[in-house]
Structures are given as structure tokens and as C-alpha cells.
């Protein structure tokens, strides 16, 4: 079946320093994958998106690139900030006649000063 | 643009108590979501609706959950009898049928069963 995989649950930076969140996923219908951002009792927010095979895309800083030969779509940012805080999930949206999301798990970043 | 809305924000309730959820989606969106999320885990989905029509609902308990959508707009979702392990928070998204949409997520209801 369709499933997404983030390895990491929790995953604790020092202020200014690189991150990357991993993403993968398996699925036999063509991928949409998403990254969406969830801070402290707020509803998730769409963070970026991408259909396109080896293609960069970019938001508020963040950064994934889509990658079907590896099934993978990881988050990156060269410098986190205190705000990045928060609970990021990697979706799948396959495409059925209707769109169903699939999310992994998720994984806090937090940040330290 | 309205986002999506969700009533209650939080619910607390004993176990074998019975509790309803309301969604209100994006106008305009035909596609509506409902989603459950433990504690620090990722959302994951219950049911969905294309308009009235319910097109998965496959992960829905269905000896105790039920999910209406009757007029293709708002959405009610009924836990009809309380378990501890129901407690999360129930998420309602909506989205549109464009190819790039993305989905929009309402604030939650978050339940705590005791």
C-alpha cells in the first residue's frame, strides 16, 4: 500500500546550524508530496509541495527536491531559527480519481539557543 | 478568505460518553477530511467525502464512529461511545479539485477521554 516513512522523531539543533528531515515513501500511483509544519496547538500548515522529479523547491527558507528514483522528498534548511520549532510532516497524495494523503509519522525539531 | 473552522476546540469526556465534532470547509471546496492525531504522531485519516458522497472510509471504527456530510458543505463527525484510546485530536481539512491544490487544515478539536 501507499506509506510515507520519517525516520526521525526528534531531532535537537543548536540555533544556525544545517537540518535535514528525511522523507521517504512507496506508492505505485504517481507522487505529490508535501511537507507541512505544525506549531504548539495550531492547526498543520502547507510548507512545500512537489510532483516534479529533480526539481528544487523552496519556502520561507526550507527547501526539498523530489526524488523518484530514490523515492524520496527530504526537507532541508541551512539555518535554523528558534521559530523553526515545531512538528514537520511528510504527506503523499496519490491520485486515485479522487486525492487521498497519506502522512508519515513526523518529526519535532527543536531548536536551542 | 474564511479558512477552515472546527467546533468544539477541546472536549473532555468519561469513557462510554458520546461526542460530536463539526466541520465547516473553505467555500467553494468539494473535498473534506476528517483526520485523527494522537499525541505527537502524524494525522492519520478516518474518512473523506467528494461532496456528499463518502469515498474512503475504510479506517473509520465503524462500531462507533460515523461521519456525515449531508449537503456537500459541512460535515459532522459522532463518536458514539468513548474510549481512552480516542483520545487525540480530530483534525477536518478541505481541499479543492485543482491539481496543485493543497489541502487546508481547520484548528482541531482536541479529546480527552478519562
Known amino acids: 500500500g501507499d506509506s510515507v516513512t520519517q525516520t526521525e522523531g526528534l531531532v535537537t539543533l543548536t540555533k544556525g546550524l544545517p537540518v535535514m528531515l528525511n522523507c521517504t515513501y512507496q506508492?505505485?500511483?504517481?507522487?505529490?508530496l508535501f511537507w507541512y509544519v505544525q506549531h504548539l496547538n495550531e492547526a498543520p500548515k502547507l510548507l512545500l509541495k512537489s510532483s516534479t522529479d529533480n526539481k528544487r523547491t523552496e519556502h520561507q527558507g526550507f527547501y526539498a527536491t523530489l526524488h523518484k528514483s530514490s523515492s524520496s522528498f527530504h526537507l532541508q534548511k541551512s539555518s535554523v531559527q528558534l521559530s523553526d520549532s515545531a512538528l514537520y510532516f511528510c504527506a503523499l497524495r496519490v491520485n486515485t480519481g479522487n486525492y487521498k494523503y497519506v502522512f508519515g509519522a513526523g518529526t519535532r525539531l527543536k531548536v536551542i539557543a | 478568505e474564511a479558512g477552515v473552522t472546527q467546533s468544539p476546540r477541546y472536549a473532555v469526556l468519561q469513557e462510554g460518553q458520546a461526542v460530536s465534532f463539526w466541520c465547516d470547509p473553505i467555500?467553494?471546496?468539494?473535498?473534506l477530511y476528517w483526520y485523527q492525531q494522537p499525541r505527537d504522531q502524524g494525522p492519520q485519516l478516518l474518512v473523506y467525502f467528494r461532496d456528499e458522497a463518502v469515498i474512503d472510509n475504510s479506517q473509520l471504527p465503524s462500531d462507533r464512529f460515523s461521519a456525515v456530510r449531508p449537503k456537500g458543505t459541512n460535515s459532522t463527525l459522532k463518536i458514539q461511545s468513548a474510549k481512552q484510546g480516542d483520545t487525540a485530536t480530530y483534525l477536518c481539512a478541505s481541499s479543492s479539485r485543482d491539481n496543485m491544490a493543497e489541502q487546508f487544515f481547520g484548528p482541531g478539536t482536541r479529546l480527552t477521554v478519562l
Open positions: 467555500s467553494g471546496h468539494d473535498t
Open positions: 506508492t505505485t500511483y504517481s507522487p505529490f
